[in-house]
T-cell receptor, first 111, second 111 residues
Framework: KQEVTQIPAALSVPEGENLVLNCSFT??????LQWFRQDPGKGLTSLLL?????REQTSGRLNASLDKSSGRSTLYIAASQPGDSATYLC??????????FGTGTRLQVFP | EAGVAQSPRYKIIEKRQSVAFWCNPI?????LYWYQQILGQGPKLLIQ????????DSQLPKDRFSAERLKGVDSTLKIQPAKLEDSAVYLC?????????FGPGTRLTVT
């Protein structure tokens, strides 16, 4: 049974810091891995999707890497801003088509 | 392109009452999902539809939860009777291939 773990559960940093969020999964037979952002009381916004054949994806200040063999992914946020404050969720797509989520990292960036 | 629509956004009911949620997926998306997200946890899949048919409902508490997707477009999720532990955000998502797009969710509070 696939299990997805995210570390740390919460993170509070000053504005401008570069930070890394970690995600690990137990079964490497995945189709893809996605990072989502969730603001309080809101739905999920997809940030980055990495196909199983890819090693990383970048969008603006965000970079996500995937190491399938070790069951790990990292989300790197450069030059953090208060607007980055949110919960970040990692999810893996298991065959045939089931998305399994981690419990999230709650990020607070203070001015 | 319009996103996934859900209503209502918020609902407060007493235990043992019934409630229904509505979802309209992105046009042309054959696959529709309902997730339950309890506070502090990642979303958990309740049911997955492919057009009109159910693909996966293994985690749906069938004694009290039901869902339908008539005509392969809109879907409703019903809880009857509600329990206190059903308090959560109910998210609807749709997809064509392997990327899911989420609606804003319905926050249910059972008192």
């Amino acid at each position: 049974k696939q299990e997805v773990t995210q570390i740390p559960a919460a993170l509070s940093v000053p504005e401008g810091e570069n930070l890394v969020l970690n995600c690990s999964f137990t079964d490497s037979a995945i189709y893809n891995l996605q990072w989502f952002r969730q603001d309080p009381g809101k739905g999920l916004t997809s940030l980055l999707l990495i196909q199983s054949s890819q090693r990383e994806q970048t969008s603006g200040r965000l970079n996500a890497s995937l190491d399938k063999s070790s069951g790990r992914s990292t989300l790197y946020i450069a030059a953090s801003q208060p607007g980055d404050s949110a919960t970040y969720l990692c999810a893996v797509l298991d065959p045939p088509n089931k998305l399994i989520f981690g419990t999230g990292t709650r990020l607070q960036v203070f001015p | 392109e319009a996103g996934v629509a859900q209503s209502p956004r918020y609902k407060i009911i007493e235990k043992r009452q019934s409630v229904a949620f509505w979802c309209n997926p992105i046009s042309g998306h054959a696959t529709l999902y309902w997730y339950q997200q309890i506070l502090g946890q990642g979303p958990k899949l309740l049911i997955q539809f492919q057009n009109n048919g159910v693909v996966d409902d293994s985690q749906l508490p069938k004694d009290r939860f039901s869902a339908e997707r008539l005509k392969g477009v809109d879907s409703t999720l019903k809880i009857q009777p509600a329990k206190l532990e059903d308090s959560a955000v109910y998210l609807c998502a749709s997809s064509t291939h392997y990327e899911q797009y989420f609606g804003p969710g319905t926050r249910l509070t059972v008192t």
